[in-house]
């Protein structure tokens, strides 16, 4: 699984225009590192996408992710 890394400042400023609409709750996005994305799932996931959250065995996930993008770019 791999996505592509994009601005995501026009899609968190949508989501802030739209105070009426199906996003008037969303929260802002941001990339993080996969180290910063594991201690936030370990210490405060609730700050964590609601599909993230509940990912079984998230953690190995994440890590098997940067094992095979660092076994690809030797």
Same mark, same amino acid.
């Given at each position: 699984? $791999? ?5 995501? $400042?026009?899609? #968190? +400023? /949508? ?5 009426? !609409?199906?996003?008037?709750? +969303? +929260? ?13 799932? $370990?210490?405060?996931? =609730? ?8 990912? $079984? ?6 890590? #098997?992710?940067?094992? /095979?993008? =660092?076994? !690809? #770019?030797?």
């Amino acid at each position: 699984m $791999e996505f592509p890394c994009r601005d995501v $400042e026009l899609l #968190n +400023r /949508k989501w802030r225009d739209d105070s009426v !609409g199906r996003f008037n709750k +969303r +929260r802002d996005l941001s990339w993080v590192t996969a180290d910063d994305l594991l201690a936030i799932h $370990e210490t405060r996931p =609730e700050r964590l996408w609601k599909p993230v959250r509940q990912l $079984e065995h998230a953690s190995n996930l994440i890590r #098997n992710i940067v094992l /095979k993008r =660092e076994a !690809g #770019n030797r």
